[in-house]
């Protein structure tokens, strides 16, 4: 499972740290110095993700992805979230934990439960108190704005309300006709998905062959009748520094990163 983290800015410096700037000048010099098979590009592309994540681990958060952590993550990205309901929160869920763990026989069970349901209670009652808090401010900021900024009421009222959120269930069908969850099945499922999309069926009919086959030599044909006359040496040219850095550009500024967890936004450090 690619890394993923909290970025809301980048800073000037990331990627400029003495170490990943001599892992990066030698994976160049690799790249520079000998013609490399895929096989040598992919680890050399391996080595440069795992630079990437270190630089980054630097500077930011990893975010944790795991099941366990969906159920914080419900309420840590709330405005009125604070360092106290965090501290909160950690209590109570090492006390549930505990509690999950004993058995019901176990002597300790009765004074298990009822520290949990303390915690439990301690943590839902400073979560609502501090949640009131912050609406009576919205609120008090609401009317202020509505009688001193008409354009700042408007803004708040278009950022109040639920949002709707597209969510795409992270499961897919197997070929048993169960549902999972695993993140290496549903990454194959689509995976194959996709490649068959491109794949044309396979000819039913005499007629079908006859005509794939045609096609074929109509384009081996083409191939044999090229020339270096009809070769585009300017598509056919290698990659300058400049247009790589001229693409990182123009790369649009906060998306998601890909499969490799790597942050276009990042990328712009080294241009």
């Known amino acids: 499972m690619p890394k993923r983290y ?3 800015t980048i800073p000037d410096n990331i990627m400029y740290s003495q170490k990943t700037v001599m892992e990066c ?3 160049i010099s690799e790249l520079l110095e000998q013609r490399l098979e895929q096989e040598q ?22 975010i944790d992805r795991t099941p366990n952590s969906k159920r914080a993550a419900k309420h840590t990205n709330k405005a009125y979230w604070s360092e106290e309901l965090t501290q909160l929160w950690r209590v109570y869920h090492e006390a549930e934990k505990l509690f999950v ?5 176990d002597p300790r069970y009765r004074q298990i439960k009822f520290s949990f349901t303390h915690k439990r209670r301690s943590f839902d009652r400073t ?68 490649e068959g999309l491109l ?3 396979p000819p039913e009919t005499e007629q ?24 585009n040496k300017e598509l056919n040219k290698e990659f300058s520094k400049s247009e790589v850095a001229r693409i990182i550009d123009k790369a649009k500024k906060g998306k998601a990163p890909g499969i490799d967890g790597i942050v276009s936004d990042t990328l712009n450090n080294l241009t």
């Open 41 to 62: 590009l992919d680890k050399l592309y391996e080595r440069y993700v795992e630079t990437y994540h270190s630089e980054m681990s630097l500077f930011y958060r990893e």
């Open 127 to 194: 979560l609502r108190k501090i949640k009131r808090s912050y609406e009576r401010k919205k609120v008090y900021d609401l009317e202020r704005a509505n009688t001193g900024n008409p354009k700042e009421f408007w803004r708040t009222i278009a950022n109040l309300g639920p949002k709707k959120k597209s969510k795409i269930p992270w499961e897919v069908y197997c070929e048993s006709g169960e549902t999972s969850d695993d993140f290496d099945v549903v990454m194959n499922t689509w995976k194959e998905s996709f």
């Open 101 to 105: 763990k004993t058995h019901k026989h």
């Open 208 to 231: 079908q062959k006859e005509f794939l086959d045609q096609i074929r030599d109509q384009n081996q044909e083409s191939v044999n009748s090229w020339s270096d006359d009809n070769v």
């Open 25 to 27: 000048e030698e994976m």
């Open 199 to 201: 794949k044309a069926p």
């Open 6 to 8: 909290r970025i809301h």
